[in-house]
């Protein structure tokens, strides 16, 4: 059974869901690349903001409302959870997060007078279209990835400046941050809730661009699934983290794909798995800190060192600083190169053939990892 | 009204299969000092070892729960030999180990997946219903409330009496110590390793036997058998059993009280959940362990 | 017996479990001083410390800065009123460059809250620029400017002592609390860091408060020595009257 006819499609959504699990993925790497927690209950927070935009916009309210609902919540949810955990050991932090993220996902099931419990509730997509032609896809990848640009510009402002130093000095070694006058505890607290804020934009992305919830869609897998983005990528390194999402998310795709055209021997889903199991462990083994390496803070200061300290050509060694609107300029530009590239590989087909069931099992997350 | 006798009974079962899935995580974090989240597939696979002798090759029984026990022991031990240790010795963080033990889950139960499918697997044994008023079981059950005191005492007396085990309490309470005492803290520690995997397998067939077997068995479990863990103290063994029952008491006698609540019994396991954030967050050397053990 | 001095200890007492770590302390730290606090192994010495920099709370007694009383402050408050205090093994920020280390150390940086990055953008990003202008001079001090950009974990063992002072330097803090600025480097290098100590105390007027091991080195340059043993003050002075009292020499003695 195919699920699209239009081939281009299969390539739209795999995009979708990158630029999705991005902003998720982006906002661990804020919480454990740059600040060290190891929240391993991000997947909460996303249901959060899944479910609170279905609720919403099932309400009636227009989804750019419904979205900074998701935020709020989803913010507020993270700042709750963390002031008891925040203190906590990282390997304590890990499974305290997941217990947490499974008693959330334990009342969305059982509590069916929030949304249905088991049976879940659909969602009306942000675009007013039907689910079947080029448009809805198109509209939908602008939409999610201004999210996501938009999440990376500021994600990228707040790691190059001072306050993004801190998080780092928080991560090395917090006593010594402390000593030298950061509320680490603050911080933290901080970062915690903005990231979890991002998870649950990006869950109310997913939750128009699926046009469905329930609670099977949000267990834990989905977290460590957001983890090996980040470990992939690279720690501390946004543009590792999106090629991290990439990667993953094509894996998963493209397992989806050659189930439905039938084309393995094996079942493909599982062979994914395993390859992504074997992926993480060679990259911990021989790579720990990820494809690509953490990022430097870049801030005005690299400007005084230009000016003063450069012997032995260090400079060199350092791509120019340039101004921001020069780095997005070039950002947009590379990211536009990508996705034409990609598009170019996949032959275009006439358009038209049997409109599918859009919002049935293709659309679905993968339930178990 | 509740039949109380029935709920007790019920907590000696969930303890004792407890016990079993937990006394291994207890041991590897002491040992290896992370969660090993590749726990979950050493209880699968042993489930998975147990269906195929009994289900597919019809051996019999005891063989079959006897080479659970083996290879899934195997397995534990490959798992440090070949990943964890190797890890442990470039330098790998806490989290760096924890992951890798969910990329080896993920590689174990996909694997799984693919040599007997995703789907619900049953042993096909049938178990005697036995009733002693107010209380009625299955002999599954009445098993794994045996194998699991038989395997504490055997455990108790292989660490408290035998020099190889006086050697592993020696090596979870002062690596470094017991290194300085002339202990090969490596192998003791591949020993560990392989008794957690056997334990877990062992319980993992078991609990299939009981209930079904599916790729996701082992995580029914886990978080549960983390919870133990903590309570008992990570490396305690004694603390273990102790915690295995205490939360199987939890979870049954909190059924209990969900039911009076008029909330679903699916809750039982939030409540291990719950004892578990607030044992992490106030008393994360649980209950038995004595503090400062440089946490 | 603790007069008005910069930095003022009265009757602390700090117990672990049984163990009675400091007893009854009292002293004082004069300012634009360098004094010394010496002792065996155990005496004390880095719990007393981690009591003034606000890591502990004192069980008794109080601490005194500039006047204030701070027993009950979180380390970053008393940071900020200008006590900044050292570690024995260097606790750099590892993965972070040498400079980023030292930019950490500076105060009032507009930057450093969250929403002070959007709002007061102009302003954090000159003060980014003059900050780093004084690292990279206070660097050059500690001739380390061609490290600025290295990660802190690369440079060496005796350039990390060099970096956890330089880091301190950056509040133009008043009191100093070194934890053995001089331990594990060779001699030379050892009295190169405390005549550098001693060249700052003068060029910037402030205030050191140091433990040591190599004693020799710190009676050159310290004004006054305090002596803890078992967690109480056994002698104080000048260093001439400490090195030679025979209680010190005796404790010392029957330590080795």
Redesign the interface.
Known sequence: MIRFADPLIYLLDALAYTGIFAISALALNLQ?GFTGL?NFGHVAFFMVGAYTTALATTSGLPFPLSAFLSIAVASFTGLIASL??L??????L???T???G??LR?IF??EEWIAHGVWGIGVPPAIPLSGDTREFYWLQLLLIFSVLFLCLLIIR??SN???G??L??V???A??????????FGYKA?IFALGSGLAGLSGALFAQYVQYVNPYMFEPTLT?SM??MV?LGGV?NNVGVLFGALLVEFFERGARMAKDLRIMP??P???R??I??????LV??YR?AGLLK?E??K???????K???D??G?LR??RKPRRLRERIRMRLSKMKERKEEELKRKPSHPKGGVALDPGGEGRWLRK?? | MVNLAQVLFESLVSGSLYLLASVGLSITYGLSK??NFAHAEFITFGAYIAYFFLVQIKAPAFISFALAFLVSGILGALSYVL?FA??SK?G?????L???S??????L???C??IWG?GILSFKIFFPIYRWPPISTSLIWLLIVLDAAITAVILHLFLKKSRLGKAMRATSDNPNLAMASGINVELITVLGWFLSGALAGLGGAFLAAGTALV??LGWKVL?SA?AVT?LGGTGSFYGSIIASYIIGAAENLGIVGLVALN??A??R??IS??I??VL??FR?QGLFKQAGRG? | MAEEGLLNTKNLVKTFGNLKAIDDVSLSVEPNSITGLIGPNGSGKTTLFNII???YSPDKGHVYFDGVDIDEL???EI??RGL??T?QIP???????V??NM???S?G?P????L???RNWKS??????????K??DI??LLEM??L??SPASDISGGQMKLLEIG?ALM?RPRLLLLDEPAAGVNPTLARRIFERIAHLREKLGLTFFIIEHRIDILSEHADKIYVLHEGRVIAEGKPEEVVNDPHVVGVYLGEG
């Open positions: 454990y190891a008891p955990a203190r906590l050991r990282e390997d304590y890990a499974i305290a997941i217990a947490f499974e008693i334990m099931k059982n402002i707040v400046s001072p306050y130093r801190v780092r000095a991560r090395d070694d006593l010594a941050a402390e000593v030298y006058g950061k509320n680490v901080q460590f983890w090996i470990i501390g094996m079942d889903n599982n062979l798995a395993i992504i199991g074997v992926l993480i462990i911990l083994l720990p953490e430097r803070v801030t005005p200061a690299l400007k005084a060192f000016r003063t300290g012997e032995g260090l060694s350092l178990d990892f | 992370f969660p990943l190797p890890l470039r790998s963080s806490t989290i760096q924890m992951i890798a969910i990329g080896l889950g993920l590689i139960r996909h694997t997946m693919e995703g790729p996701l978080l983390f903590i909330l679903s699916d809750y396991t939030a959940f719950i578990l954030i992490l967050i994360p946490d | 920099s606000g890591i979180e380390p970053h940071w900020s900044v205090r570690f606790r750099l920020f590892q993965r972070l460059t400079l980023d930019m950490l150390g105060q940086n930057g450093e809250n969250f002070g990055i959007f954090w990003r000159r003060h980014e620029e003059e900050t780093a202008m690292a990279m660097l050059r400017d061609h600025a950009l880091r509040s």
